[in-house]
């Protein structure tokens, strides 16, 4: 059974630091792309980053979270990290991990998890 589990969620102060994980099981991590979504209150689901696992290991940013933001993967843990620094009151929202089997990071996520809430207060 494929199962994605997101941590690291929280309140945070404008300006601060959050690192979020996606600990991934049941599938062979070496070959699906994993993606970082957001949903804002009263907003539709935004795509914030992926890591693709083509052979230069692409990664890809929205440009709202370009700079801030960074994607890794750990191989070893099966596990992907997002590490937000610089965060703004509208980086808050439920951030879900999700797995793509293509593994090109082209958006059609076939696993998702339940999400982490991440709070930013101003």
């Known amino acids: 059974e494929v199962q994605l589990v997101e941590s690291g969620g929280g309140l945070v102060q404008a300006g601060g630091s959050l690192k979020l994980s996606c600990a991934a099981s049941?599938?062979?991590?070496?070959?699906?792309?994993i993606g970082w979504f957001r949903q804002a209150p009263g907003k539709e689901r935004e795509g914030v980053s992926c890591?693709?696992?083509?052979?230069?290991?692409?990664?890809y940013y929205s440009d709202s979270v370009k700079g801030r933001f960074t994607i890794s993967s750990d191989n070893v843990k099966n596990t992907v990290y997002l590490q937000m620094n610089s965060l703004k009151p509208e980086d808050t929202a439920v951030y879900y991990c999700?797995?793509?089997?293509?593994?090109?990071?082209?958006?059609?996520?076939?696993?998702w998890g339940k999400g982490t809430l991440v709070t930013v207060s101003s």
């Open positions: 049941g599938f062979t991590f070496d070959d699906y792309a």
């Open positions: 890591i693709s696992k083509s052979s230069d290991g692409s990664t």
């Open positions: 999700a797995a793509e089997t293509n593994g090109l990071c082209a958006g059609d996520m076939n696993y």
